[in-house]
């Protein structure tokens, strides 16, 4: 195994690692790690990353069931919209993109670097979220689901499941602050709903990727999430030492400069 291989892997390890610590976006960390250190077109790996990202998240999700810390009738409002577009992404969309969407002098953007492209807008914005966000009081915030909202959320969900199926991330800094100022959830429930919503939503995604022509590496992906898993557990357990509101600071700032590489990589 070379060096870039095992370095493919301690990121998966660390993909686990700061999902157990701050509860969310170590999933945009799994794109990149595919791409850059195990040489996957980002087409496949976008597919490997929901089935990664999904399991990591049911893992998670289990343990908010023992927690009763998940709205159920919330999470199947805002998932049947996510979970079809996710799926019909993956299904339709993704296999029909053409190699070349447009050309302008020399520049051509193909799909692989639109699909890339689009992911580093997404860290952009997730770090962006991360370094900007702001604690909630749960205990203030009392779940008033509001019925005026549903078009809102319905909107919401679509594109969500949209970006979901074209760059492989859970969306999870999208879908809390949805769930927390539209249904009135409080933090932590929003959290652990929106935990669910995403392994849903990513597997399901996932399923959108088989029946067709691209071989899926089982071996490599069971052994990749199985690490990642095994990261949220160290997590977990180091989340009780370190505070997690400066960690998803610092982890914001670092994928604002992750972001910035991929565009300088894929550009120039």
């Known amino acids: 195994m070379e060096l ?5 892997y301690i990121g998966a390890l660390i993909v686990g690692l700061v999902l157990g610590l701050i509860g969310g976006g170590g999933s945009i ?8 250190f195990l040489g996957f077109s980002p087409i496949v790996a976008t597919g490997y990353s929901l089935f990664i990202v999904g399991s990591t998240a049911l893992v998670g999700t289990l343990r908010n069931i023992k927690k009763n810390t998940i709205d159920f009738k919330t999470a199947i409002i805002f998932a049947l919209p996510s979970i079809l577009t996710v799926f019909m992404v993956r299904r339709i969309v993704i296999p029909n993109l053409p190699e070349v969407l447009f050309s302008i002098g020399d520049f051509s953007l193909t799909n692989s670097l639109f699909i ?3 992911f580093a807008i997404i860290m952009l914005l997730a770090g962006w979220s991360m370094v900007k966000s702001k604690v909630i009081n ?3 915030v009392i779940n ?3 019925n005026t909202h549903y078009f809102a959320i319905g909107t919401q969900a679509i594109g969500i499941g949209a970006l979901a199926g074209l760059v492989g991330a859970g969306g999870g800094f999208l879908i809390v602050p949805a769930l927390v100022l539209l249904v009135k959830l409080p933090i932590k429930k929003a959290i652990s709903t929106s935990l669910f919503i995403i392994s849903i939503q990513s597997l399901i995604g996932f399923l959108g990727d088989l029946n067709k022509t691209t071989t ?9 999430t199985i690490i990642s898993i095994v990261g949220i557990f160290i997590g977990l357990a180091l989340s ?25 990589k894929e550009l120039f």
């Open 4 to 8: 870039i291989e095992i370095l493919g």
């Open 29 to 36: 960390l799994t794109v990149p790690i595919l791409v850059y």
């Open 116 to 118: 890339m492209l689009l």
């Open 138 to 140: 749960s205990d203030k």
């Open 144 to 146: 008033n689901f509001d």
């Open 216 to 224: 899926i590496d089982w071996q490599f992906l069971i052994t990749f």
């Open 240 to 264: 009780k030492k370190i505070s997690p509101k400066k960690l998803k600071k610092g982890f914001g700032y670092f994928t604002i400069v992750m972001a910035i590489y991929i565009i300088f």
